[in-house]
């Protein structure tokens, strides 16, 4: 058990400060009801089920992902459509309104977990130098960020598509180092992805503290083995 908190700690944002998919279930499912009645015969279940399985398939895929998430809205959009297209329905018109409605319902939804502003507060009240390291692109990013006052926590706020390379680059912990005159024994990076955030992380030396949201547990079949893992960003407090 680690007792004491490190020179710095980086943190990631979406599903570790902010609940980002959470709300995934109840947003395509509003969003399909809303266009439902302009597919029919297609029940608002059947275009769901549709999307989800397509969406999963495409966002199940390293270099998929990550260009789907630097253009996030155009990346639901070709989701959608594609995913009504092997439906036979050939309806690019309403195939973007219906993923634009999704993404819609998904930022509004989009809230920080309970207690997570706080720690950042008592965090750095103890003196403890934060940085921001988040996979995406620069306008949706930076507008959670304002949305919810974050950018007053951190020293450096480092997002995929503003520094050129995301986790689990390398790179960008090493910077993030560089930038805070830290080395890696005196950091930790704590976040909900296993790959991004943990496995990413350790490669330089940092401390990666998984996240487990789910709190079911480390996969058995895990290659990555996080030194430690907590279920809320609280936990962190010693
Ligand atoms: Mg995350």
């Known amino acids: 058990m680690i007792l004491q908190l490190p020179s710095a700690i980086f943190l990631d944002m979406d599903d570790t400060i902010l609940n980002a998919t959470g709300s995934v279930d109840c947003c395509w499912r509003e969003a399909c009801e809303t266009y439902a009645p302009q597919l029919m015969p297609f029940t608002s279940d059947a275009l769901n089920a549709a999307i989800r399985a397509y969406s999963s398939w495409y966002w199940n895929d390293a270099d998929r992902h990550r260009r789907g998430r630097l253009q996030l809205e155009l990346a639901r959009r070709e989701i959608v459509e594609e995913a009504l297209r092997r439906l036979g329905i ?3 018109d309403i195939a973007y309104q ?28 103890r003196g403890s130098r934060l940085a921001l390291l988040t996979n995406g692109n620069a306008i949706s990013q930076r507008r959670k960020i304002d949305k919810y006052g974050l950018s007053s ?35 930790w990076m704590v976040g909900d992805n296993l790959e991004w955030d943990v496995a990413g992380a350790q490669q330089v030396g940092i401390t990666g503290i998984w996240i487990d949201l789910e709190g079911a547990g480390l996969l058995q079949s895990s290659i990555v083995k996080p030194d430690r893992i907590i279920r809320s960003l609280a936990e962190l407090m010693p």
């Open 90 to 92: 050939d309806r690019r």
């Open 98 to 125: 219906l993923a634009d409605r999704y993404s819609t319902l998904r930022e509004a939804a989009i809230e920080p977990f309970p207690g997570a502003i706080d720690t950042l507060h008592r965090l750095r009240d």
């Open 153 to 187: 926590f951190f020293e450096i706020i480092l997002i995929e598509e503003e520094f050129g390379v995301g986790k689990p680059d390398q790179r960008i912990y090493l910077h993030a180092l560089e930038q805070m005159k830290v080395g890696p024994d005196e950091a």
